[in-house]
């Protein structure tokens, strides 16, 4: 039987970690000024990488298992861990989901945001909304005497009543002095079961959605996901304190 360990933080580590996950959405911010048709996912990283540092900061994706950048950049129907290059140049009308982590004196934040690039199509536009209001409904349910549960399903029923399919071969996470944490939350699943939310908790909700089917494969690159019918998909994550009735926001930007 696997026994969970979830952390509980500390004032002190709370504080770290806002720190932490301010500086991930700043570079998200800035990283969103620089989106544009002509611009290459290398150049996305090389900037996320330096800022990071900027911030007396550490990019946490780089070297994580193996991968190779500061940030994930995944191109319409690349569903998450698309591996930056120079040889993806940005178009009008593409998505593109960035995803980060920054490390700072011990504690991580993790953020993921879906841009527009210039003008995009309606049923673009409208899968990018619907995956950012799932984000915030599940964060909705992230609040102490809860259960994961209720979070996954607040997603799942939200995005499914809209005619779109979660993801679910990754899940969200806790995090803390690790990157990913006990406990695991699934974007779908029943309200009402899973470990108990608590004060102190620190959790990284992250719905991603995709336009068909949930089912995605992997690229021979090992890394990227990919939409199994080739269909688009979008990526939304917060880095989230539970904290009374009110969770906050800790990578709000």
């Excluded at 007396?56 to 193996?66: L, T, V």
Aim: net charge neutral; charged share 25%; with cysteine.
């Amino acid at each position: 039987m696997r026994v969970m360990a979830i952390q509980i933080k500390t004032e002190s580590e709370i504080k770290l970690m806002r720190q932490a996950c301010m500086r991930a959405a700043l570079v998200m911010r800035e990283l969103g000024k620089l989106i544009r048709a002509g611009i290459s996912t290398q150049e996305l990283d090389d900037f996320a990488e330096r800022r990071i540092r900027e911030l007396n900061a550490r990019p946490a994706f780089k070297g994580y298992r193996g991968y190779p950048a500061s940030i994930c950049a995944s191109i319409n129907n690349e569903v998450v861990h698309g591996i930056p290059s120079k040889d993806k140049i940005l178009k009008e009308g593409d998505i593109i989901s960035i995803d980060l982590g920054v490390e700072y004196k011990g504690y991580y934040g993790d953020i993921a945001y879906t841009f527009a690039v210039g003008k995009v199509s309606g049923s673009a536009r409208r899968l990018m909304e619907v995956t950012r209001c799932a984000l915030y409904e599940g964060i909705s349910k992230a609040i102490a005497g809860n259960r994961i549960g209720d979070i996954s399903y607040a997603i799942q029923s939200y995005v499914e009543s809209r005619g779109y399919s979660v993801v679910r071969k990754f899940v969200g996470h806790g995090i803390g002095r690790a990157m990913h944490e006990e406990p695991e939350i699934p974007n779908f699943g029943l309200p009402g079961v899973g470990p108990i939310l608590r004060n102190g908790m620190v959790l990284a909700i992250e719905p991603m959605v995709n336009e068909g089917t949930h089912e995605v494969q992997i690229l021979e690159d090992g890394w990227t996901a990919v939409t199994k019918d080739g269909k688009l998909s979008a990526h939304f994550e917060h880095t989230v304190l539970i904290k009374g009735e009110e969770p906050e926001i800790l990578t709000e930007f």
